[in-house]
């Protein structure tokens, strides 16, 4: 059993986030959750941030250090999609996306390194998704955020691994939540016949796979990125 651990989850107050603010708080764990908006899970402390404002990260990151300690665990889930065909995306659709999925978990990331480097412990958990790697049609700025973020933790490895922080990606595929539930009946069909697993995930099955890249078992796992996408990304 893993030693209990400060963690925060961005984003969760619903979602995968708030999936893996559960679980973190069913292994034992202090848990807080940033929200843009309602509440974490039961036994999870809530505090108000916006990821694309790096003052209102500190914030957060103090008031929950006041509170929990220093954030030994940290999980950048918070993201979202402005899914558009190239020639009408505009900029502002590009980079709004960038700044919430990838600067956005610099930002988190940043500001969590500082109590990390002073432990000489971490765990990084950047969400990212199986559209990163494998491109998707209509999400030339979200696949590109989420490619970022392999880069992210590669260099967050190299530059912090000599000082007990490990940083990984998980890569969801699709996954039952708001954000998919959006996509049209036939396009969620189709996924569904491209995926060999034949069916979404729930967001625990992602939840528990961070929970353990958290953990004490994976401590000599860093720069990985974990697929959680029943087959559709084979190739990573
Ligand atoms: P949801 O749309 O259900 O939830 C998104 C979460 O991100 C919400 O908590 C939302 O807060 C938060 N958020 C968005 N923008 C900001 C911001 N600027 N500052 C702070 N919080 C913000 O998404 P999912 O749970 O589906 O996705 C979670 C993560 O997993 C995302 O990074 C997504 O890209 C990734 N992912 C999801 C997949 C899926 O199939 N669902 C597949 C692969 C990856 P609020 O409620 O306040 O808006």
Do not use: C
């Amino acid at each position: 059993m893993t030693q209990p651990r400060t963690v925060l989850v961005t984003g969760g107050n619903r979602g995968i986030g708030r999936a893996i603010a559960a679980e973190f708080v069913r292994q034992g764990h202090r848990v807080a959750v940033t929200a843009r908006s309602g509440e974490g899970p039961e036994g999870t402390l809530t505090v108000r941030a916006d990821v694309t404002d790096a003052a209102s990260v500190d914030a957060a990151f103090t008031a929950i250090e006041a509170e929990l300690g220093p954030v030994e665990v940290v999980v950048a889930n918070a993201g979202i999609t402005r899914d558009m065909l190239l020639l009408r995306m505009s900029e502002d659709d590009f980079e709004q996306v960038i700044d919430t999925n990838l600067t956005g978990a610099f930002r988190v990331v940043k500001r969590a390194s500082k109590g990390m480097l002073r432990a000489k412990f971490g765990r990084i958990v950047l969400i990212s998704s199986v559209v990163g790697l494998y491109g998707g049609a209509g999400q030339v700025n979200y696949s590109a955020s989420k490619a970022g973020l392999v880069g992210m933790a590669r260099s967050l490895t190299r530059e912090l691994g000599s000082r007990g922080i490990t940083a990984n990606v998980v890569a969801p595929g699709f996954i039952e939540t708001d954000m998919t539930d959006e996509l049209p009946a036939e396009q969620q069909a189709d996924y569904k016949k491209a995926i060999p697993a034949g069916r979404f995930a729930t967001p625990d099955e992602v939840a528990r796979v961070v929970a353990w890249l958290a953990g004490d078992d994976a401590a000599y796992i860093s720069g990985a990125v974990i697929p959680v996408d029943g087959g559709l990304g084979m190739g990573h």
